[in-house]
């Protein structure tokens, strides 16, 4: 199972990221928990793509791509400087996303975008849907 949608690089567009990725999860019959953990991780990653990837004129793109138990999340922006994990202080509101991605995620990575940018992506392991949830069309 494929989803895909482009989103203005905005700050209030994480939100509808998150939102729309809960919805197709949900749609695919997945549980709440594991809707929450990529919930989580398609935000901080949509997140940076806005605050760090943003230019005008450049959407940014989230992906989920479901194989299996293995759950895909790539976020593409208009920046090709690699997402960079920094040491948060103690009193610090930022600077954790990607550590938190690392931790909910079992593999992460990036590559470079062709002709722009680049994509963050974060791979989690998923228990199965529930078949009799899911909406097909």
Same mark, same amino acid.
């Given at each position: 199972?494929?989803?895909?949608? %482009? ?15 809960? %919805? ?7 549980? %709440? !928990?594991?809707?929450?953990? *990529? $919930?989580?991780?398609?935000? !901080?990653?949509?997140?940076?793509? *806005? ?10 793109? *989230?992906?989920?791509? $479901? ?5 895909? *999340? !790539? ?25 938190? $991605? ?28 529930? !078949?009799?949830? $899911?909406?097909?069309?």
């Amino acid at each position: 199972m494929r989803w895909q949608t %482009q989103f203005s690089p905005l700050r209030k567009c994480v939100p509808l990221a998150r939102s729309l990725v809960s %919805q197709t999860l949900a749609s695919w019959g997945y549980a %709440q !928990e594991d809707i929450a953990r *990529v $919930v989580l991780v398609c935000g !901080e990653l949509s997140a940076n793509a *806005v605050e760090h990837g943003g230019r005008p004129g450049h959407l940014f793109e *989230v992906r989920l791509t $479901v194989d299996g138990p293995s759950c895909l *999340v !790539e976020v593409s922006d208009a920046d090709r400087t690699p997402p960079r994990r920094i040491k948060a202080g103690e009193d610090d509101e930022g600077g954790r996303g990607l550590l938190l $991605v690392d931790r909910l995620s079992a593999e992460t990575g990036h590559h470079d975008r062709h002709p722009i940018g680049k994509t963050v992506w974060a791979r989690l392991i998923l228990d199965s849907p529930n !078949e009799e949830s $899911v909406c097909t069309s």
